[in-house]
């Protein structure tokens, strides 16, 4: 991975809780966020005595790096915004400075959190690979990676993804279930039916989090 080509953007505790519907016995299970990216969830849940480690690609670059790239980047994903705001309901977010405001909080405080994060709450490695052993985690979480990008990543890694996350953790969460475009991935179904035929419980379960039009729902996969 090349940091150049590399657009952060990350979401906060307060945004996971309604992707994933965590309940307060949730914050309190042992969590795997996976391409958390620069979201602040590890930073404020780990703060409040939660047990989060994150995996993204982007943790093999330094905290100096990728505060840089988010502030290189920071107009043009704001711009891509606002020449798309149709897509997305300002009822809960009102404007683009509001949610200019919000990433960017949250993006710093992931910044001042991983440049002196313990060893081990933050690894560099991508899916469908992770290097963790089976069942470490009672909960995974993966916002805005799997499905989001359904035109880059095809249905094999997303089905290969999907076991990496079971293999490692009980339960597995997965938000949102659309693309950049807000519709419907190709890959749910698929992911679906190969996690069904292997026995293990799959939900479709609504989601408080309403920000993409569209992003109206959460996988659940548990064993
Ligand atoms: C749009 S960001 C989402 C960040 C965060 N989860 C959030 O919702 O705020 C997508 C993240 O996926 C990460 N990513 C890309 N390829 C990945 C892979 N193969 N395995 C895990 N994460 C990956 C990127 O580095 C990026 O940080």
């Known amino acids: 991975m090349q940091l150049d080509q590399v657009v952060p953007w990350g979401r906060s505790l307060a945004e996971y809780r309604e992707m994933f519907d965590l309940s307060e016995d949730d914050k309190h299970r042992r969590i795997l966020g996976c391409a958390d990216g620069p979201a602040s969830f590890n930073a404020e849940l780990s703060f409040m005595g939660g047990s989060v480690v994150s995996v993204d690609p982007i943790y093999q670059f330094s905290a100096d790096e990728i505060y840089q790239r988010v502030l290189a980047v920071f107009k043009q994903v704001m711009d891509e915004v606002e020449a798309n705001k149709a897509q997305f309901n ?8 509001r949610l200019g405001e919000m990433r960017l909080a949250a993006m710093e405080s992931f910044v001042a959190d991983y440049r002196n994060a313990q060893p081990g709450r933050y690894v560099a490695a ?7 052993d089976d069942n470490y985690f ?12 359904s035109d880059k990543v095809d249905l094999a890694t997303h089905v290969a993804s999907v076991n990496e996350l079971c293999r490692v953790a009980q339960e ?12 419907p991935s190709p890959h749910v179904q698929g992911v679906i039916d190969d996690q069904t035929a292997q026995g293990r419980k799959v939900k479709l379960l609504d989601s408080d989090y309403h920000f993409q039009k569209g992003a ?5 996969i548990s064993q």
């Open 172 to 183: 597995v969460r997965i938000y949102p279930l659309v693309d950049l475009n807000g519709q």
């Open 90 to 97: 300002w009822d809960v977010i009102p404007n683009t400075d």
């Open 126 to 132: 991508s899916l469908p690979a992770l290097p963790f």
């Open 138 to 149: 009672e909960i995974a979480l993966c916002s805005h990676y799997l499905f989001l990008y």
């Open 216 to 220: 109206d729902q959460l996988l659940v």
